[in-house]
Every structure is written in structure tokens, then in C-alpha cells.
């Protein structure tokens, strides 16, 4: 199925208007994007605030506790909301996957629950919400409830609808799910095993991205290393993988920048490695999850790699290619880590000299492996450790920021700056946020910066 959309900015009067919040990561954010085109498509307007909105969406994560708390305290405001006024509430993504019809028992306000297999259909779904509650404009808070949370064979891909509001940025699941099953981790039972997109298609949407005048494509997969397809090329069946990919997005005309999240350790090859390298558009940057730099840890977690194994991939990417920029994830308070555990974390972070990183207390998830792990870490040490790697990630980054004053670098011009609209903001090809004065025409093109500050957080420059 392929859906071609383009998302208007016009809102007539009598078009339901739907607002679509999104929790947690770029994975959402583009199943969000795609629920968007789709609703757009079938005549619905696009709000930004609950207040403006008819139908509110709720895209949501279950990767950690806190990102499930945030909902839950969402759909109580919701609900209190619909008291009053008219509103379809719908919950969709990782937790509608997970709790299913709980959440309409939980909040007989909800009307529609959509798992992470069945966002392309929120169309239908929306239908049925409507045929089920006829009478609009009645406010109880207890409504007929559709529930679709099954498992299709085939993944439901199609054209990511365009949104032309002058982004010339865009994303694209190349995968969908993940078959590695980390001991602490949701998303292969949410998200499903690992399902590979074939590479044709692959092409086809972005060739028709570039017409829409996308020029910056970040391909996603949760574990994008494992990617694979067997695909018949002359004659024959050849298995392709990331690099062979990247080398066939790196040819198309239009392109002018491709980043790729997530790398699994354990994928990544020289061969990719080369592949970073070699190919222009290919951006100098690895997300590469570390997770802990203990070996018993990472053992428990089902991590597959060894603190050694990460810090030989680490200084190899580096003299491959030297100015890769590597940012990471990191989770403190695994059942039963020690401090000495904690220091081993610390210490692999130091020698890689993280350019950034996402760092996260430990959080149980019910049905994973670790779940069920005794020896829980107590809270005010996981809240101690964390603030401790936060610290040391904060000196890392501006260290490493600061490596680029006086340099000049290529940046992509995203757009302008929010609090202060008369500057402009892009990103480097490592990835890094660059604040500069410039005008509003350059927003889309590439431009040389030099570098003239530097914080934790971002760069600031100058345009030549
Ligand atoms: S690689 Fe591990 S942490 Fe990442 S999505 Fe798969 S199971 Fe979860």
C-alpha cells in the first residue's frame, strides 16, 4: 500500500481537527508523522494544543516507567477535558501494544487503543470510533471503545507523507521491531521481531522525498545494524546489508546528507565502517549504546559484546574515521550493580570521550528477563550514580564541542532558533546544533560555519 500525502496548513471550519502528541522516540515520531499524512489525507485538519483539537492522539512509549506515568497523567487531564467538550481519545503506539484494553477500563473515556502494528490503519479505526458513538457532542466520560492491537504479516509500509513546511530534514524506517531481546528492554515484544523493508522501496520513497525537496535522510531501525533483505540482482540472490544500502541511498540524486540510529555494537563492521567513510553523503556520526561498562552487567543484560569488544570498536571507528563524533545510551542501577560496576561505567565512558549521551536510571519492565532479577539497586543510589555520569558527560561534551573552535564546518540550516527567532540553527555533520546569525533564505542549504563558541550543549559560529 503507498500513500502519497501532503500535510495543509489550511483548517476549514467544518474539518474535524485532530492533535497527534508524541511521546518518546524518533521511531514515534515518525509513526506519528505517517498517522498525520493518513488523517490529513481522509479530510482531517491538524492542531497543535488539545484545546483547538476535535480528536486527540496520544502516540505513546513504554521504554521506561516515567514515559508511562507522563500518559496516564495525560489521559486523567483528558479526560476531565472531555467533561466538558466533545473529544475523541485515542491511545496509540508501545503502551496501547502493552496494556490493550486495560486502558479503556482504566479510562472508559478512551475510545480507540492502536498498537504499534495497526498506526497505518487510524483512518478505519477513527471510522469505527465514529460509527460506535454516533451522537457527537455528548460529553460522558464513558464511550463504546475500539481496541485493535493484532499483529499483521506484512509490514504495513508505504510513502511517509510529506509534510512541506519547509523541513528539509525527514526520517524512514528501513526495519521495523528487534530480535535481540535485552534483558531490561520492551521493545521486541511491543514492536515485534525484527522485519527488514526491501531496499527497492527503500529507494522509492526517498527518490520521491527528494522531489518533495528533502534533502537530509535519517533511516531508523531500532537494532538499523541487523538490517538484511535477499534481493535478486542479476539472476542471482544476494543478501544486502546497511553498507550496501547506504551506498545505494549515497547514488541518489537530491540526497544530500544520510544518518542512521540504531547501532547495535555487535553490527557494526568494518565493512559499515568503511562504508561511513567512504561515502560523501554518510554523516560522521555513530549512536552506539553502551549501556554499561561492566562485562558481568552487560553480561546480564543480554548485551552481546564485552567492555573490551566496546572499546576496540570505539578506537577503530575513530581512526577509520577520524572525526566521528560517537554519542551513547547509558543505564544506571541494573539489578545488582556495584559500585565498583558503576566506576567500570565511568571509566569506558572516559576513554571514549562521548560526544553526548542519553543517560537513564533503571526502570523494570514488566514481562522483560530483568524484571524478575533480585538485588534491585535502591533508588537514591541509582539517583546518585546518575547524577554522577551526568557530570562527567557534561565536562566530556564541552570538551569535546570545544575541539571545534575556530574550525569551520559544514552545516544544514534547520531553521531558526526558537527563543531568539532572529538566529539561525543547524546541524554539523557530526551532529552537532550550531547557532549562528544569518538570513532566513539559507534555511534548507548547506553552508560553511566557523566556529567561534562553544557549551555543553551547542556550538555557536559565524557564516563565511
Ligand atoms: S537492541 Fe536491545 S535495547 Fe535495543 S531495542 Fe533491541 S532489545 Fe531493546
Known amino acids: 500500500m503507498k500513500r502519497v500525502n501532503q500535510l495543509s496548513n489550511q483548517s476549514s471550519e467544518c474539518r474535524l481537527k485532530v492533535y497527534i502528541r508524541t511521546f518518546g522516540c524518533q521511531m514515534n515520531e515518525y509513526d506519528s508523522e505517517i498517522m498525520a499524512g493518513i488523517l490529513t489525507d481522509d479530510g482531517y485538519g491538524l492542531v497543535d494544543d488539545t484545546s483547538k483539537a476535535d480528536v486527540v492522539l496520544l502516540n505513546t512509549c513504554s521504554v521506561r516507567e516515567h514515559a ?63 460509527t460506535a458513538n454516533p451522537v457527537r457532542g455528548k460529553t460522558s466520560n464513558r464511550v463504546k471503545g475500539i481496541v485493535n492491537i493484532g499483529e499483521s504479516e506484512k509490514l504495513p509500509f508505504f510513502r511517509l507523507p510529506v509534510r512541506k513546511d519547509g523541513r528539509v530534514s525527514t526520517s524512514l524506517a528501513i526495519m521495523r521491531g528487534c530480535s535481540k531481546f535485552c534483558s531490561y528492554c520492551v521493545v521486541p515484544y511491543l514492536r515485534g521481531k525484527e522485519k527488514s523493508r526491501g531496499p527497492e522501496e527503500i ?29 535478486k540482482m542479476s539472476n542471482e540472490w544476494k543478501d544486502i546489508d546497511l553498507s550496501y544500502l547506504l551506498k545505494e541511498v549515497n547514488s541518489i540524486d537530491g540526497v544530500e546528507r544520510i544518518r542512521f540510529i540504531t547501532s547495535h555494537p555487535s553490527g557494526v563492521t568494518s565493512r559499515l565502517l568503511k562504508a561511513v567513510s567512504d561515502l560523501p553523503k554518510v554523516c560522521e556520526h555513530l549512536h552506539l549504546p553502551l549501556q554499561s561498562g561492566s562485562d558481568r552487567i552487560l553480561k546480564l543484560m543480554n548485551r552481546g559484546y564485552t567492555r573490551d569488544f566496546y572499546l576496540n570498536l570505539a578506537s577503530k571507528a575513530r581512526e577509520i574515521i577520524p572525526e566521528l563524533s560517537i554519542t551513547t545510551d547509558l543505564i544506571v542501577g541494573f539489578p545488582g550493580e556495584s559500585e ?19 543517560m537513564y536510571k533503571y526502570s523494570i519492565r514488566p514481562g522483560t528477563k530483568a524484571a524478575g532479577m533480585k538485588n534491585e539497586v535502591p533508588e537514591n543510589i541509582k539517583k546518585e550514580r546518575l547524577r554522577r555520569l551526568q557530570e562527567i558527560q557534561r565536562e566530556m561534551s564541552l570538551k569535546r564541542n570545544e575541539n571545534f573552535l575556530g574550525r569551520r564546518v559544514e552545516v544544514l540550516v534547520d531553521g531558526t532558533k526558537k527563543k531568539a527567532p532572529s538566529k539561525l540553527l543547524g546541524r554539523t555533520r557530526t551532529n552537532k546544533v550550531v547557532t549562528f546569525k544569518g538570513e532566513k533564505g539559507i534555511i534548507g542549504k548547506l553552508v560553511d560555519v566557523t566556529i567561534t563558541g562553544a557549551c555543553q550543549w551547542t556550538l555557536q559560529g559565524k557564516i563565511n
Open 68 to 130: 508511562e506515568d507522563k500518559v496516564w497523567s495525560e489521559l486523567g487531564r483528558l479526560s476531565k477535558i472531555r467533561e466538558n467538550k466533545p473529544l475523541t481519545i485515542g491511545v496509540c503506539g508501545c503502551m496501547a501494544q502493552k496494556e490493550g484494553a486495560k486502558i479503556i477500563r482504566r479510562f472508559p473515556s478512551v475510545s480507540l487503543v492502536c498498537g504499534t502494528h495497526n498506526f497505518h490503519q487510524i483512518g478505519e479505526l477513527l471510522n469505527e470510533v465514529k
Open 203 to 231: 529507494i522509492d520513497e526517498i527518490v520521491h522525498l527528494t522531489e518533495q525537496g528533502f534533502k537530509e535522510f535519517l533511516l531508523l531501525g531500532q537494532d538499523i545494524t541487523s538490517y538484511k533483505y535477499k534481493s
Open 340 to 358: 565498583a560496576e558503576f566506576e567500570d561505567t565511568l571509566d569506558v565512558m572516559r576513554k571514549v570521550g562521548f560526544d553526548n549521551a542519553f
